[in-house]
């Protein structure tokens, strides 16, 4: 089971970012895929998760308008569409698999995480 995290970067306020989370060794359509992210000093927060049943759970209030997470099987890969970007989005981001069908808002329900991949917005 291995999820690469990419497409983070240096971006300024309001502008947009899509991340991606590339999965090998495991068909990702049958499992839970959550986003979580991570500034300096502060744990990890739950995002958005997509079950294996594509519904999707928005976690985080201030994120629920400007962030959409989808996911394409043919590509088995899940997506983490950020638009409206603020200095506070900035964090280093992760996706992760609960290992079932399930999503959840707690990191330690995670078994297997992509390495990250940082989110830096400027003012």
């Known amino acids: 089971v291995q999820l690469q995290a990419s497409g983070g970067g240096l971006v300024q306020a309001g502008g947009s970012l899509t991340l991606s989370c590339a999965a090998s060794?495991?068909?990702?359509?049958?499992?839970?895929i959550g986003w979580f992210r991570q500034a300096p000093g502060k744990g990890r927060e739950a995002m958005s998760c997509i079950t294996a049943s594509n519904d999707i759970i928005h976690y985080e209030e201030s994120a629920k308008d400007r962030f959409t997470i989808s996911r394409d099987n043919s590509k088995n890969t899940v997506y983490l569409q950020m638009n409206s970007l603020k200095p506070e989005d900035t964090a280093k981001y992760y996706c992760?698999?609960?290992?079932?069908?399930?999503?959840?808002?707690?990191?330690?329900?995670?078994?297997?995480w992509g390495q990250g991949t940082q989110v830096t917005v400027s003012s």
């Open positions: 060794g495991f068909p990702s359509s049958y499992y839970a």
């Open positions: 992760g698999t609960t290992g079932g069908t399930l999503c959840s808002r707690y990191a330690d329900e995670y078994t297997d």
